[in-house]
């Protein structure tokens, strides 16, 4: 131990440990915030892609994906980035088109890779206002050189409250 300091030799124990507190607290408050942060960034950025779908912004919209980007739909029907950014452009030029909001339960954020998972709700609201469906979803998040963006989503329908919404929804299925 002759590498320690006197100083610090000489001390009892208790006086030893309440110099180790105070950089152990450092360093786990550094790792929440950093938690924190990134939780912050997502649920930001899943409200602005909110804000583009309600608005019919598609450039806003795509700028939240990966260029792998996938869903898949309840109804089992799977979209790659190309394919679900044209069906939300379809939906933007229909002002009857029902518009989708994804609400932010929960963010989990990997300790083992550059990845979060978000759990939340969504709506299928029509031209009126009023809930047609709902649901489920699960999005992967993936952390990239320009932030965070959306890897994959899963949607599950739980509710449906209008017989032609239902229908639409059912068409997505893929054959059998």
């Known amino acids: 131990m002759q590498w320690l300091p006197a100083t610090i030799l000489g001390m009892n124990l208790r006086m030893k440990w ?6 152990v607290a450092a360093l786990a408050l ?14 930001k950025i899943r409200t602005e892609s909110n804000h583009a779908i ?3 912004d598609i450039a806003a919209f795509a700028a939240s994906l990966t260029d792998d980007f996938i869903m898949v739909r309840g109804s089992s029907a799977f979209a790659s980035r190309q394919q679900y950014i ?6 933007f030029r229909q002002s009857d088109a029902v518009r989708y909001e994804r609400i932010t ?11 979060a998972a978000e759990h939340g709700h969504w709506i299928g609201h029509n031209a009126s206002g009023r809930a047609v469906y ?8 993936r952390h990239t050189d320009s932030g965070w963006k959306i890897r994959s989503e899963l949607f599950v329908v739980l509710t449906c409250a ?3 919404a239902c229908s639409a929804y059912r068409a997505t299925a893929p054959a059998k």
């Open 134 to 141: 709902g649901g489920t979803y699960l999005a992967m998040w």
């Open 105 to 115: 339960d929960r963010v989990e954020l990997s300790k083992a890779a550059p990845l």
């Open 54 to 56: 309600a608005h019919g």
């Open 162 to 164: 209008d017989p032609a």
């Open 86 to 91: 044209a069906a939300f452009s379809d939906d």
């Open 30 to 43: 550094a790792w929440y915030a950093q938690l924190h942060t990134n939780e912050n960034e997502i649920r």
């Open 18 to 23: 309440l110099l180790a507190v105070p950089p």
